[in-house]
């Protein structure tokens, strides 16, 4: 209870002692201030930027992932691309044999002229696809239906399309039922699906004309088109398994050997938000530490101004000793006073801190509107604030508190 009460009329003591020098108090904070307030807007716009990127993968799906044929640099010449490419019975075996495989699409797609009467549109670009590609990619029909099974096996002239192709080709707002030309083919439009907007960091931007037709279909039109795998995991946590398991199927339905390269790539998205996560998580460390050095600095000034303090208060503390004052005591009061100036100088510095964050989050096309400072940095700012306090305040707090009481009486 006394203890308490000591470190009570301390604290209040020192309060009075920095309201009396609040210019000279001020100053001196001024590096804690600068270093709270500097390290919690990095941290605020370090995070605001990876949840932005964050942002940007989940529009893909964290499950997702993609197979793509590839030639090996040493194979360049010897091998085709026309070899590596990925065909249809690769992905039905892949989807048999991979169990953390949820559902996946083979897709080929090229670009043709298509026609709704007299609106010719060129170089327009259309896809094949399965009917999973509905749930994988997450678009659905706002209008008519989806493809099914029957599309597929039966390999018919049929279509969707995005609001934009509507655009293009001036087709009737509700186009179900009607008809397009597609490379001199006549196609019946059987609904119309979601566009999807990518941010411009994954090559997005202003949406384009889409038209997707069964990829059988697709073969059709064009027996070489390329052909590449899109799908899913059941779990993103399964994302390493998933892609091992693709890559054995793979090696062993092209017969090669231990030695041989792999002549596809298999790219799973949860590894890339992992690796991410971990370079953003170092970036926000060595970022945070750099700042952190105007916090010494400032410790620096607060040691300086409570030896200056010392020597001002000599008399005070000879007189203090005198009448009975312990040296603890009087280590405690003035270590209690280098730790509140430094923690006042931390309130300060964290207002600043929410300030600039608060800009940073009206930044225009910044990407920072995530931007917000996590209670741990706070945390961690006023802990290293008081830490910066207790170092740079012990040694003129011992200085203090090892005066000689008769000696002090007599400074001038």
Not at 288 to 313: A, F, K, P, T, W
Not at 381 to 397: E, I, K, L, N, Q
Request: charged letters at 20%; proline letters at 4%.
């Amino acid at each position: 209870m006394i203890i308490v009460r000591v470190v009570y009329q301390t604290v209040f003591l020192a309060l009075g002692q920095i309201w009396a020098n609040k210019t000279r108090a001020m100053l001196t904070a001024l590096g804690i201030i600068i270093g709270v307030a500097s390290v919690l807007a990095v941290i605020a716009a370090l995070g605001g930027m990876r949840q932005s990127v964050l942002s940007e993968f989940e529009t893909f799906g964290a499950r997702k992932f993609y197979v793509n044929g590839f030639v090996p640099r040493d194979l360049r010449g010897v091998v085709s691309w026309e070899d590596v490419k990925i065909t249809q019975h690769e992905a039905e075996k892949i989807l048999e044999v991979s169990p953390a495989v949820e559902s996946l699409t083979v897709m080929a797609d090229d670009r043709y002229e298509v026609r709704n009467g007299d609106i010719l549109e060129t170089g327009v670009g259309v896809a094949g696809i399965w009917p999973a590609w509905h749930e994988i990619e997450n678009r659905f029909t706002t209008m008519g239906r989806p493809f099914t099974s029957i599309d597929e096996e039966e390999a018919r002239q049929v279509c969707l399309v995005n609001d934009k192709a509507i655009e293009e080709l001036e087709l009737d707002l509700d186009p179900t039922g009607d008809y397009i030309i597609i490379d001199n083919r006549r196609f019946l439009i059987v609904g119309v699906v979601e566009t999807k907007e990518i941010g411009p960091m994954f090559g997005g931007g202003e949406s384009q004309s889409e038209i997707f037709i069964p990829y059988a279909t697709s073969k059709k039109l064009n027996p070489y088109s390329w052909n590449w795998i899109i799908g899913q995991v059941h779990d993103p946590d399964d994302a390493a398994e998933a892609r091992e398991q693709i890559r054995f199927a793979l090696r062993n339905l092209r017969g090669l050997g231990p030695e041989d390269e792999d002549t596809f790539r298999v790219e799973v998205l949860q590894q890339f938000i992992d690796q991410f996560n971990g370079v953003a998580a170092g970036i926000t460390m060595v970022a945070g530490g750099v700042v952190s050095i105007s916090l010494l600095v400032g410790g620096v000034g607060i040691m300086n101004i409570m030896l200056v303090s010392v020597s001002e208060r000599t008399r005070e503390i000879g007189l203090r000793k005198a009448v009975g004052a312990r040296p603890a005591i009087i280590l405690l009061q003035f270590l209690t006073e280098a730790v509140v100036l430094c923690v006042v100088g931390g309130l300060i510095g964290l207002v600043i801190g929410q300030a600039l964050t608060l800009a940073l989050q009206n930044l225009p096309n910044a990407g920072l509107e995530g931007a917000s400072i996590p209670t741990w940095a706070i945390a961690l700012s006023f802990a290293f604030s008081a830490g910066v306090g207790v170092v740079f305040g012990m040694f003129p707090a011992i200085k203090a508190s090892r005066l000689d009481p008769i000696e002090a009486l007599r400074h001038e």
